[in-house]
């Protein structure tokens, strides 16, 4: 056996470890027991939440309206412009909203930042509101009181403290609000108070690299799109670096390969782990984590080389890597002014080196420019010494958990609790709130008034689109309540508005014309003012110098990235984040040290055995890829406060940061691993990793399709010339629904993935279930690896159901409760599915999904729900998308290509009287891709786009030669290899 | 009113011989009792071949074409579905059930026909007259009914044939 | 051993008129195949193919009479010992067959798409291992070599027997019937791939060597019916009645459906999952010989099933050999359609003077070397020790 | 009388009258149950007891309580049904299809082996029912008439085998009873109790041997025979579409219908002889069940065990020769992947040792054929195991490749299915007799030891 085939085995098929742990006792929730029961709480939940915060008039009954508000018509959405903001994530959405309950987020195609397409995050948000965790009303200790009576101990208290000369500390995390900013501002002022943004991975780093090399502490705008040679040194620009949506967008704008758009970029990755970014690359460059500086220098050395800079006396990185950095020297010299170097380590010095790189490639003002520069990551670490300062006060934490998410968090707790006041105003529990005296609720993003200006000068508005649904304060209302300042908060930022950018627009001549018009559109550009910087070459000979002389890594280099789907730490909160698989390691449910191939092998460690590294204790996870001396674990997990029991997963890997000269380092040199000879169950959603050579992701080379556009799809054409037949063809009369899918622009987000969640109402199993494979997503993402397995290729497919034409599931369903739609769907009829999954079986693509249990509630059998997550009780169930069934025990579901939506446009179209239009229409997971990868439209429309993509050389249908007939097609992968 | 006179003999062979005689004698047996299907006695005995197996080919036939007919029914009028782009009238897919319903009916037709025709179910009760019949007693039963020979006679002829434990009862039916 | 009421044998003579009327039908065969090369100008692939398809249903016979001798001896089956004889002369074919064979091998290169070494494609460049003429030749060697040594072995035995009454007859007839019932298994199903599913060099079932095995058996079965109700007639074989002759008929009624359940089992299980690869073979026949494909289940099953039904056609000397031969027809069809459309293509595949005319040939060959054979041995083995068996019992 | 050449061995050993037969055959609904009697029973009907509430159980709570997942939607429940099923076919078989082809040797076991298929059918007719997710709503897959108009799936495969199982367990118990009522009528008469008299009148329809009875009922058991052989093929067919209808390989293959019927022969003589090698010694039958009895059974198992074994080699051979690489991997995989050791059981047991039946001394020695008949029945079981979990394990798309390992859930089912049928078997051996008297009187006189041989008395002549 070749030692290829050995590694595969090593990877194959995870087997749970621990069977026992499935005990299956989840009836902890109290609730409804019949379906009848279920619609009846559905029907008081939704009275109990009252009603949508516009709607004046107390409503008794939700449905029907005895009386109709204006607004609101049972059983349509309506739609509200808002945006989400968290961490590095920025999105204008449309919050859809039936029945008075927000359901959904989608992109504001009318924004200039994110037009089309969300992350994962964003679409899983819509569960955050509806969380049970969260606070209903304020606690002081342990004991709940009334507003008014934490208002006035708190003021009193504050006037006190900072009256007698203590300092009062507000952290919070950065804001981006210009009127929160403002309204802060005039806090500081009245309280005397020191106001502090902390950020859990912050860029505090790069922004001092920026301050050194361009006297700005400005982060730049990208253009990811104007680039043809991307060069990025562990940097997960695509997943979690800086403003990832916007640079997916970007990014795939160039990977969409056409006739008419052929210039592919040609995409470098030099890392260490393997990231979402990495597994996207043309050309991934693997060095160990401890490398990273050599290499900068490396590539400053030869790029100044052929650009007149001064060389420095260093260390080259290690020969195979240098062997391979000759091409990205080379191509990076061969696109001056159109490439990009980024680097994604907080390292002042290491961002030194990288801005002089792309000055000398000319890339300044070009690929990378300082006019909409981005306004998020301005935490730092300075709120450290305020609050660990002998003479704190009182600590108003807002909104954010540094307890849990910095290493120092035994001294931040002991600061805390000595303070002799803490508020802390947040929505939902967290390990920091825990320790204040206050706990102030906050409401959810949804229920709130503000704004964003998360790119100078593009300004955003969040609307509320629910009425409190607890007794709730905003952070905002909190501090314009303790200031007594009468205004509300709406008005307070309507003010603001119209004196700050009232006078910056002509489009509206009334200001409340104009606060309208900005609600209707969420967003206001403000005219660009181009910036200008001037750069300084000074700093960087001190930076060159420092990272040449960074001393070697003895053992293993730990690296601490953030997790796709959890953040820095607010996903574990989200059962649906938690669910969804790592598109990269296909696990859900957790986070675990990721080893390379060959070091697992030295050491014997298989997936699940924990490792002891530093005082942590982890699984490990052999992951293909990973260089040999450096591990890699994900943040953001590891939540114990505010997070279900059942639902805590993962390590709280924070503690192992550190803070060097002020800035937070992810890495940790020096380490050992220690099996601990115990094993964890990691919920390995894929346990196969090869395409064992079949043309399921069928792939070429840029230079390939040059030549040939149908390169590596020279099958697609023989087997349709082989296709033959014992049936009739089958007629639609109508419109034809067929979706195409580009695998080259896909990057593996799985922002699809949770927009599928949210709007089909999926639901969620928990770690055991998905570790036994009883997942329930109708989309998955499909990644395979190929060829070595110390630097695999990565091929990536999104796969749902394909309605197919010709469906082996329907054949054999006992009940025809799955059947061909005069559309050409597959549609799956629960109400009649008797559950025997012979469909499941005999799906060539298994995606098909079952109710093993009951996992929503809907069945009619008493005392059997199992939700760990807690997903299902009455305030959860709020965010059903009423349009879909919520399915029972023992059905069969899959991927219905959205059908509510095709008949609400259907609808609409007729009710207008007119054809439907091409593009009208957006399934789910379509309007969630900021890649723009998957196009959905009618195939008998000749002119419609998937009809195009269906007769583009690169399109192939998945396993075509069984005569499914397919209809989703997929677009090759063409890979830009030197 | 009537008499019967039955005997026995403990080897089918001898029974064969003793019908044969009878027979020869012109007395008209009323029927014969034995604890096994005995090779040759239907045809000594002149019986009719059954028709129970025709009384199969048509249950069976009608089974057939009912479950055919309602399954083309079902498919090309009743509710036509598009299952796997399969045509409607996919004769190849109702060949089972067919073949089943068939064999059904066919089965069932033919066995509730015997026990009518045999006068044989639930609750029915026979007239036994030795139980040894069921196990090794091979039973010529006579009757003055159909014999115009007298009672006596019939005993006598009987006996003479080597039957052991010739009775004569009377009975009203 | 008490003398039972059977009627004595007569021994058979192969007379001049018999001879004369097999001359005529060998006659009839050349015409038709000269005919076809010379004036109809046939494609050379459809004359080869005819060769091929005689030669494969004239070793059909002898082999499926071979299968039913060994089989009914592994079952200590008696009704058949009457008939023994007929099997044992038609099994004695086989070697002869091979002659047949040979005389069509300069044509494979024209039935078999493989042969084409030099331009393969993918798939069947895969297949290379197994589809080559020297493997292909050397199997085709060894079935001929191990059937052949079976059958002239067991009549050697059955010979013997007649002559001074052997203690083990039974024991060495058996312990030889299950060897070959062993080679016979993996050999019929092999040579139905090598011969015929190899034609269609694409196209692949694993029910094939089966289905194959079936028809052969019918045919067999209904060329036995048929001597057997002529030599009764003729007063050949006089103990053969009506018992032996509802037995053939049920033989020949199970067989018909039996074959038809493995027709629909291949065909259904092709049609529902319309898979490209497996649904290329039947939808050149759908499609192009559309009749020929229905006709083929009318006869071979549907006919045989509604005549043979009752008791009494199964009787009925001219009934069940009327069917027999429309049945003996039918599996000609059968491996028409087996070898036609993939050998020749719809193109040229005809039913013409040359398929109707040359089997009268094959036909008269086979009933010439059987006529041979039966002549040498005694018309009944006497000495069986089932014998008396065969000769007294009854059908219900 | 018909002939028997004295070649043959004698079906019946011992100097047998016909009262003997019926008072050895009666002796044990005569007698009172012995203790191990009453210690199987218990056992067998806790264990039934356990089995059907964690039925309950699975109902309740869902399938998702088996080890069954988004890759394998079958596993041991429909593994246990062909099995179950499989085995049901001997009885059919033995009293069917060796009927019409006069084999005398059913007569002593046909009995026992068709009361073993009904109650092999209804073990196996639990799990396509329990294996559905909605149970409570199992009616949906009958046609009956609804105010929606809605119908099933005639192309079902799964509906066949509604039809299919429905229509066996129905004809087999018409064909076991019909058998039954000559038996049941003898013990009738041989009781002495009032109640017992009337109940077993009530069971025997009123039988009293009448040659006119016996005249229709030899013609309705030849033509139920006629209808049970195909039925009996017919329905491991059906069985068999459930797999071979689908795209998955290995399962869509075309030899798996007559391969399928050979197989489930070939395990319902191995439950046979499992079954009939202790009864016969419980209840004192070694004179009607004799070694050449056993001896004709293991001659069926080594027929359809080497046809089982042809079909495998078919299939592997085939997979290579057809060029698909799914197929390809299919096979390789059921042979070298990891449920290889699954595959290996299956080739031993059903393959490698039924071999060893061709030595005339081990085919007539009782240790080893019990033995070996609970290895095939081992190895059937995992046949059926390789097809519904290898060809589902790693099917088209790698991404979706699982394994699957049962609950203890879906062991107790399994168990509990055991317990049915063994507590239905001891109360069958008590209440009807295990053996078909009627029918060993009636070859007794030509096929018992002391007639074999002898000349035909009087020969009926040519009609």
Redesign the interface.
């Known amino acids: 056996m070749s030692d290829e085939k050995k590694y595969w085995e090593l990877l194959?098929?995870f087997?749970?470890l621990d069977?026992a742990r499935f005990k299956?006792k989840r009836e902890a929730v109290s609730s409804p027991t019949s379906r009848r029961n279920f619609l009846k709480v559905l029907g008081l939940g939704a009275t109990s939440a009252a009603l949508v915060a516009s709607c004046k008039s107390p409503v008794e009954k939700a449905i029907p309206y005895f009386i109709k508000p204006d607004e609101i018509t049972p059983g349509k959405a309506v739609y509200y412009a808002s945006s989400y903001f968290n961490q590095n994530e920025f999105c204008n959405v449309i919050v859809k909203v039936r029945d008075n309950r927000p359901i959904k987020l989608e992109p504001n195609p009318k924004s200039v930042i994110t037009p089309y397409g969300t992350s994962g995050r964003v679409q899983a948000s819509v569960m955050d509101v509806y969380n049970v965790n969260r606070y209903r009303s304020p606690v002081r200790n342990d004991e709940t009181i009334v507003w008014d009576e934490a208002d006035n101990e708190i003021i009193t208290q504050l006037k006190e403290l900072s009256g007698s000369g203590r300092t009062v500390v507000l952290i919070t995390p950065t804001i981006i609000s210009p009127s929160t900013k403002k309204l802060i501002g005039e806090f500081t002022q009245s309280f005397n108070a020191e106001w502090h943004q902390y950020d859990p991975i912050p860029m505090d780093g790069y922004r001092e690299a920026n301050r050194r090399s361009f006297g700005t502490e400005e982060l730049p705008e990208y253009h990811f799109e104007n680039a043809d040679c991307i060069v990025s040194v562990g940097c997960d620009f695509l997943g979690t670096w800086l403003s990832p949506v916007e640079f997916t967008s970007q990014y795939s704008s160039r990977r969409a390969l056409f006739e008419e758009n052929p210039g592919l970029n040609k995409h470098y990755q030099i890392e260490a782990g393997m990231s979402l970014t990495g597994t996207n690359a043309d050309t991934r460059i693997r060095a160990d984590r401890a490398e990273y500086g050599k290499i900068l220098v490396h590539l400053y050395n030869q790029l100044g080389s052929q650009n007149g800079a001064t060389q420095i006396e260093a260390t080259p990185p290690p020969q195979e890597v240098t062997e391979k950095l000759k091409n990205v020297i080379n191509d990076l010299q061969a696109n001056r002014g159109r490439s990009i170097v980024v680097c994604g380590d907080n390292n002042p010095d290491y961002q030194v080196i990288v801005n002089s790189i792309n000055q000398m490639l000319g890339n300044i003002g070009e690929t990378i420019q300082f006019n909409r520069t981005y306004n998020h990551f301005r935490g730092n670490e300075n709120w450290l010494e305020a609050l660990l300062d002998q003479n704190l006060g009182a600590v108003i934490v807002w909104d954010t958990n540094p307890v849990y998410s910095h290493p120092m968090s035994d001294q931040i707790r002991a600061a805390i609790e000595r303070a002799p006041l803490s508020v802390a105003i947040t929505a939902q529990p967290d390990e920091t709130s825990e320790l204040c005296k206050y706990k102030l609720p906050a409401p959810g993003y949804l229920e709130c008034w503000d704004d964003a200006e998360y790119k100078k000068g593009v300004v955003s508005v969040l609307q509320p689109t629910l009425h409190k649904l607890f007794n709730s304060r905003q952070a905002q209302e909190v501090l314009l309540t303790w200031m007594a300042n009468p205004l509300s908060w709406q008005d307070y930022i309507r003010e603001n508005w119209t004196s700050v950018y009232f006078t910056e627009q002509a489009a509206n001549a009334s200001s409340s014309d104009f606060w309208i018009e900005t609600l209707r559109n969420g967003e206001l550009v403000l005219n660009n003012t181009a910036a200008s910087v001037s750069y300084n070459e000074s700093a960087t000979a001190g930076a060159l110098q420092t990272a040449a002389s960074e001393q070697a890594s003895e053992g293993f280099t730990l690296e601490l990235t953030e997790g796709i789907h959890t953040g820095t730490g607010h996903g574990p909160l989200n059962p649906w984040l938690q669910e969804c698989p790592d598109p990269v390691t296909r696990i859900a449910w957790g986070n675990y040290a990721s080893i390379a191939p060959a070091a697992a092998r030295r050491l014997s460690i298989k997936n699940g055995d924990v490792i002891q590294l530093g005082n942590l204790q982890i699984p490990a996870f052999v992951q293909p890829g990973q260089a040999d001396s450096t591990i890699s674990i994900a943040l953001g997990y590891g939540r114990t406060t505010g997070v279900a029991e059942e639902i805590r997963t993962g390590v709280n890997a924070y503690p192992l940061s550190r803070v060097e000269s002020n800035y937070r380092r992810l890495t940790v040199p020096n380490l050992n691993i220690e099996p601990t000879g115990q094993t964890e169950l990691l919920a390995l959603i894929?346990?196969?990793?090869?395409?064992?050579?079949?043309a399921?992701v069928r792939d070429a080379t840029y230079e390939e399709w040059k030549e040939n556009p149908a390169a590596g799809n020279e099958m697609h054409e023989e087997?349709q010339k082989?296709?033959?037949?014992?049936?009739?063809k089958?007629i639609y009369p109508g419109h034809k629904w067929g979706m195409a899918i580009d695998l080259n622009t896909c990057t593996g987000c799985s922002a699809c993935v949770l927009a599928c969640n949210t709007e089909n109402n999926i639901p969620v199993v928990g770690k055991i279930?998905a570790s036994?494979?009883?997942?329930m997503q109708w989309i998955?993402i499909?990644?395979?690896y190929k060829g070595d397995e110390n630097n695999p290729e990565v091929l990536r497919?999104p796969?749902m159901c394909q309605h197919?034409?010709?469906?082996?599931?329907?054949?054999?369903?006992?009940?025809?409760a799955t059947?061909?739609s005069?559309e050409g769907l597959n549609q799956m009829v629960y109400n009649?599915?008797?559950?025997?999954?012979?469909c499941?079986?005999?799906c060539?693509?298994?995606v098909?999904?079952?109710?093993?249990?009951?996992y929503t509630g809907a069945?009619?059998?008493p005392n059997?729900r199992?939700d760990p997550a807690n997903v299902t009780v009455d305030l959860s169930r709020m965010r059903h998308n009423p349009d879909v069934t919520v399915r029972?025990?023992?059905?069969?579901e899959k991927c219905s290509f959205c059908i509510q939506r095709i008949q609400e446009k259907k609808l609409d179209a007729k009710l207008e009287g007119r054809p439907m239009e091409d593009g009208e229409l957006q399934t789910a997971c379509q309007q969630a891709c900021p890649a723009n990868a998957i196009v959905f439209g009618d195939l008998n429309d000749p002119e419609s786009r998937v009809s195009k993509l269906m007769k583009n050389p690169r399109n192939y249908h998945?396993?075509e030669?069984?005569?499914?007939?397919p209809a989703v097609g997929y677009l090759t992968k063409i890979k830009n290899k030197s | 009113m009537r008499s019967i006179i039955y005997g026995h003999f403990t080897d089918e062979l001898d029974l064969l011989n003793a019908v044969k005689e009878l027979q020869n004698k012109g007395i008209k047996i009323d029927d014969v009792r034995t604890p096994f299907p005995v090779h040759g006695l239907d045809s000594v005995l002149k019986l009719p071949r059954s028709r129970l197996p025709i009384a199969a080919f048509i249950a069976g036939a009608i089974g057939g074409s009912l479950g055919l007919l309602f399954q083309i029914w079902v498919f090309t009028r009743g509710w036509p579905?598009?299952?796997?782009?399969?045509?409607f009238l996919s004769l190849p897919s109702f060949i089972p059930v067919t073949f089943e319903l068939t064999v059904l009916f066919a089965a069932f037709a033919m066995v509730i026909l015997f026990l009518v025709r045999s006068n044989l179910g639930p609750g029915s009760l026979p007239d036994i007259l030795d139980e040894e019949v069921t196990n090794d007693h091979f039973q010529i039963i006579l009757t003055d009914r159909n014999n115009s020979a007298s009672e006596a006679e019939l005993e006598e002829a009987l006996a003479s044939t080597g039957a052991l434990g010739v009775k004569n009862i009377k009975t009203d039916n | 051993m008490e003398k039972h009421n059977i009627p004595d044998a007569v021994p058979f003579k192969f007379t001049k008129k018999i001879k004369t009327a097999l001359g005529i039908a060998a006659g009839i065969g050349l015409v038709a195949l000269l005919w076809a090369v010379f004036i109809s100008q046939a494609p050379a692939s459809r004359i080869w193919a005819n060769l091929w398809m005689n030669a494969i249903m004239f070793l059909f016979l002898g082999l499926g009479a071979l299968f039913f001798w060994t089989v009914n001896a592994l079952g200590e089956s008696t009704w058949q010992i009457n008939i023994q004889r007929i099997l044992e002369s038609m099994a004695l074919t086989i070697p002869f067959a091979l002659i047949l064979f040979v005389v069509a091998f300069p044509g494979l290169t024209h039935i078999f798409e493989w042969t084409h070494t030099e331009h393969l494609d993918r798939i069947l460049q895969m297949k290379t291992a197994y589809l080559n003429i020297p493997f292909w030749m050397l199997r085709l060697a060894i079935y001929f070599i191990f059937w052949s040594f079976f059958a002239i072995y067991l009549r050697r035995v059955s010979l013997k027997n007649d002559f001074e009454p052997q203690d083990n007859y039974l024991r060495r007839v058996r312990s030889t019937s299950g060897w070959f019932m062993v080679f016979f298994a993996i050999s019929s199903s092999m040579a139905a791939w090598d011969w015929l599913m190899s034609i269609d060099a694409h196209w692949f079932s694993t029910l094939y060597g089966w289905y194959i095995f079936s028809s052969m058996f019918v045919a067999a079965l209904a060329v036995i019916i048929i001597i057997a109700i002529a030599f009764k007639h003729f007063g050949i074989l006089p103990n053969i009645n009506n018992e032996h002759l509802h037995d053939l008929g049920k033989y020949l009624f199970g067989f018909s459906i039996f074959w038809a359940y493995l027709w629909i089992s291949q065909f259904l299980l092709?049609?529902?999952?319309?898979?490209?690869?497996e649904?290329?073979y039947?939808?050149e026949r759908?499609t192009h010989f559309r009749s020929l494909f229905y006709l083929n289940v009318a006869i071979n099953f549907l006919f045989p099933f509604l005549a043979l039904m009752t008791r009494k056609s199964k009787r009925q000397p001219v009934i069940l050999g009327s069917i027999a031969v429309l049945v003996l027809m039918g599996h000609y069809l059968d491996l028409y359609m087996a070898i036609m459309p993939g050998a020749v293509g719809h193109e040229n595949a005809k039913i013409g003077l040359l398929e109707i005319g040359l089997p009268f040939f094959y036909l008269a060959a086979f009933l010439a070397i059987f006529f041979v054979m039966f002549q040498k041995a005694k018309p009944v083995p006497e000495n069986h020790p089932y014998f008396i068996e065969s000769s007294d019992y009854e059908n219900l | 009388m018909m002939h028997v050449s004295p070649v043959r061995e004698p079906l019946i050993n011992g100097e047998k009258s016909y009262n003997d037969i019926t008072n050895d055959v009666m002796a044990p609904v005569r007698a009172k149950p012995g203790k191990l009697w009453y210690i199987g029973i218990t056992v067998s009907t806790i264990v039934m007891i356990f089995g059907f509430a964690m039925i309950g159980y699975t109902?309740?709570?869902?399938?998702?309580?088996w080890?069954?997942?988004?890759?394998?939607?079958?596993g041991w429940s429909i593994t246990n049904f062909v099995w179950w099923v499989g085995i049901g076919h001997a009885g059919t078989f033995i009293s069917a299809i060796l009927l019409l082809f006069r084999q005398k040797w059913r007569t002593s076991i046909n009995r026992a082996a068709e009361a073993m298929t009904i109650f092999a059918v209804m073990c196996a007719g639990i799990f396509?029912l329990i294996?559905?997710?909605?149970?409570?709503?199992?009616f949906?897959?009958l046609p009956y008439p609804n105010s929606r108009e809605?119908?099933?799936?005639f192309?079902?495969?799964?509906?066949w085998d509604?039809f299919a199982i429905t229509t066996y367990l129905l004809v087999s118990l018409l064909f076991w009873y019909m058998g039954l009522i000559p038996d049941l009528g003898t013990i009738r008469d041989r009781m002495k109790t009032l109640w017992k008299k009337k109940a077993y009148n009530f069971l025997s329809f009123g039988w009293k041997g009448s040659a006119r009875h016996w005249h229709r009922h030899e013609s309705m058991s030849l033509i139920l025979a006629g209808l049970a052989a195909p039925l009996v093929l017919s329905v491991h067919t059906i069985v068999s579409f459930?797999f071979a209808?689908?795209?998955?390989p290995g399962w869509h293959t075309t030899i798996f219908p007559p391969y399928f019927v050979s197989g489930a022969v070939f395990s319902g003589f191995a439950m046979v002889l499992t079954l009939m090698i202790v009864t016969r010694k419980a209840l004192h039958l070694e004179e009607y069940i004799t070694v050449g009895h056993v001896e004709s059974m293991n001659k069926v198992i080594i027929a359809t065990g080497s046809i089982v074994g042809i079909a495998y080699i078919t299939e592997l051979f085939m997979a290579w020769y057809s060029g698909v690489?799914?197929e390809r991997?299919a096979f390789l995989n059921r042979a070298l992947g990891?449920y290889a050791w699954a595959y290996w059981i299956m080739m031993t047991c059903n393959v490698i040792s039924p071999q060893l039946l061709w030595f005339k001394k081990l085919r007539r020695n009782l240790t080893f054929t019990f033995i070996l008949s609970i290895f095939i029945n081992i190895g059937m079981w995992f046949e059926r195991f390789v097809i519904v979990v290898t060809s589902?394990h790693?099917?088209?798309?790698?991404?979706?490749?699982?394994?699957y390992?049962p609950?203890w859930v879906e062991v107790a089912i399994y168990l509990g299915t055991f317990g049915l049928f063994f507590t239905l078997f001891f109360l069958f051996i008590r209440v009807f007799p295990v053996i078909a008297l009627s029918e060993v009187k009636s070859v007794a006189r030509s096929s018992a030891k002391k007639f074999i041989g002898k000349p035909i008395k009087n020969k009926t002549p040519e009609k």
Not at chain 1, 686 to 694: I, L
Not at chain 4, 59 to 65: E, M, S, Y
Not at chain 4, 67 to 74: A, D, L
Not at chain 4, 155 to 159: H, M, R
């Open positions: 194959n098929e087997e749970p069977d299956g894929q346990g196969h990793q090869s395409m064992e050579g079949r399921i087997i082989h296709h033959t037949t014992l049936y009739p089958t279930e036994r494979h009883h997942e998955r499909d990644r395979y497919q796969v197919c034409d010709q469906a082996p599931c329907e054949n054999v369903c006992p009940v025809a059947n061909q005069s009649r599915c008797i559950g025997t999954r012979y499941n079986n005999n060539p693509y298994k098909r999904r079952f109710n093993w249990l009951d069945d009619a059998i059997n199992f029972a025990k023992g059905v069969i998945l396993l030669e069984l005569h499914t007939l | 579905l598009v299952i796997g782009g399969k045509p | 092709i049609w529902y999952s319309n898979i490209p690869e649904t290329v039947y939808v759908v | 109902v309740w709570f869902g399938i998702g309580k080890g069954v997942n988004r890759t394998i939607g079958w396509p294996h559905m997710g909605r149970l409570p709503l199992g949906f897959i809605l119908w099933v799936n192309n079902s495969p799964l509906l509604v459930d209808t689908s795209v998955i690489e799914y991997y990891p589902l790693r099917d088209y798309l790698p991404s979706s490749w699982t394994m390992k609950t």
